[in-house]
């Protein structure tokens, strides 16, 4: 199994028996409130989830990857979307579902370990993302690892009764290498 060492996070491929795990992280509304999930999974959902998982990482569109602690304690996902081979861009998600761990680090040096494989491994030359506006959290973590903020998509989330913006981030492979 290929593993990926940061600093603090590894990264390693989803596996089927992480999906009770993720059933309890979704399972918190918490958890849940930034991300494009707006409702629970059952263990069923999850599993359906996963193979169209697998038939993306089959046919390359997607890789999505387990944030481990050193110890290895399973804390979240990572990964890049809609892997376009020919522009050579991702889009990136990420979760940090064991809410112990955040705040800690943990998801800005697994971000620095994907973008690492996405610039260098896979030879992408672009990497986004989107992020609610009222995130200020993920909006510091993302600019730490070197994401620009690129533009607004104005009122694109609705969220407790109101609509919020969203901030559009990316970071090019010589942004990333140059540390810039």
Not at 11 to 37: C, H, K, Q
């Amino acid at each position: 199994m290929t593993i990926f060492e940061g600093e603090k996070a590894r990264l390693r491929p989803i596996e089927r028996t992480d999906l009770p795990t993720y059933v309890r992280w979704f399972g918190d509304s918490e958890v849940r409130r930034y991300l494009a999930v707006y409702l629970p999974f059952s263990l069923a959902q999850e599993e359906r989830w996963f193979e169209g998982v697998l038939e993306r990482i089959e046919r390359r569109s997607d890789a999505i990857l387990a944030i481990e602690t050193e110890d290895g304690v399973h804390i979240g996902n990572v990964g890049l979307h809609a892997i376009d081979w020919k522009d050579r861009h991702a889009e990136l998600g990420i979760v940090i579902g064991e809410k112990a761990y955040w705040g800690q680090g943990y998801g800005a040096d697994a971000i620095r370990v994907l973008l690492r494989v996405a610039f260098q491994d896979m030879n992408l030359h672009r990497v986004v993302l989107r992020v609610d506006a009222d995130n200020a959290r993920a909006i510091r973590c993302y600019q730490k690892a070197g994401f620009r903020n690129e533009g607004t998509l104005r009122e694109n989330v609705f969220r407790d009764g109101g609509y919020i913006n969203q901030f559009v981030m990316g970071i090019l492979a010589p942004e990333f290498v140059s540390g810039e």
